[in-house]
């Protein structure tokens, strides 16, 4: 069974441009997250979707942020304009909407470095 | 608000020894614990996870041991191995919309 696919692996952007992540989650998975991770901290949730459908973008700064889903399966993040600050790990996972089982399934992540 | 807590955040273990990593909430919804390991450039894999209707879980050296009372959980790795090296972080998940919340990671070290 294939992983989490994400792309680029490595980014690197001057403050105030722009830049787009991807992902791909396992087949079948319904329920896909993107987080951040700073450096030395856990992962912290950006934004939840269900099929294609957002449950949770409480933590998303949407003033710079922004996902979508389209069709369910892919979604892209995107910030716009970047800060020194979202320099971090970008991670996406995925799971089945399942109730007794839960686990998520983690991507190798996209590291950006914003300078 | 840091919904779960984890300490310490580095452990230095000589090999063959026990690694115990603790962790604790506050959110009464949370209905799932899992564990998950990270090597340096790897996203998280899990480890091991519990349910809060059971006490330990046990697979191969790793155990949780879950007290709901006092809302806290652990991680024993028993026989640690240099390969054990890593980060580890505990997380709970609320039952109110599949959300999953991470500790703050604790940096393994076993040490040959």
């Known amino acids: 069974e294939a992983g989490v696919a994400q792309s680029p692996r490595y980014k690197i952007i001057e403050k105030r441009q722009s830049v787009a992540f991807w992902c791909n989650p396992i087949s079948g998975h319904a329920t896909l997250y993107w987080y951040q991770q700073i450096l030395g901290q856990g992962p912290k949730l950006l934004i939840q979707?269900?099929?294609?459908?957002?449950?949770?973008d409480s933590q998303l700064p949407k003033d710079r942020f922004s996902a979508e889903r389209l069709k369910g399966v892919d979604s892209t993040l995107k910030i716009q304009p970047a800060k020194l600050e979202d320099s971090a790990v970008y991670l996406c996972?995925?799971?089945?909407?399942?109730?007794?089982?839960?686990?998520?399934?983690f991507g190798p992540g996209t590291r950006l470095t914003v300078t | 608000q840091q919904q779960v807590k984890q300490s310490p955040q580095s452990l230095i273990v000589q090999k063959g020894g026990i690694s115990i990593i603790n962790c604790a909430y506050e959110n009464t919804a949370f209905d799932y614990f899992p564990w998950y390991q990270q090597f340096p450039g790897k996203g998280p894999a899990l480890l091991i996870a519990?349910?809060?209707?059971?006490s330990e879980k046990k697979e191969g050296r790793f155990t949780i041991s879950f007290n709901k009372s006092a809302k806290q959980f652990s991680l024993h790795i028993m026989d640690s191995q240099p390969g054990d090296s890593a980060t580890y972080f505990c997380?709970?998940?609320?039952?109110?919309?599949?959300?999953?919340?991470f500790g703050t990671g604790t940096s393994l070290t076993v040490i040959p």
């Open positions: 979707f269900q099929n294609n459908g957002v449950v949770d």
């Open positions: 997380a709970a998940r609320a039952n109110t919309g599949n959300q999953f919340y």
């Open positions: 996972a995925s799971s089945l909407k399942v109730i007794l089982t839960g686990e998520q399934y």
């Open positions: 519990i349910r809060p209707d059971v």
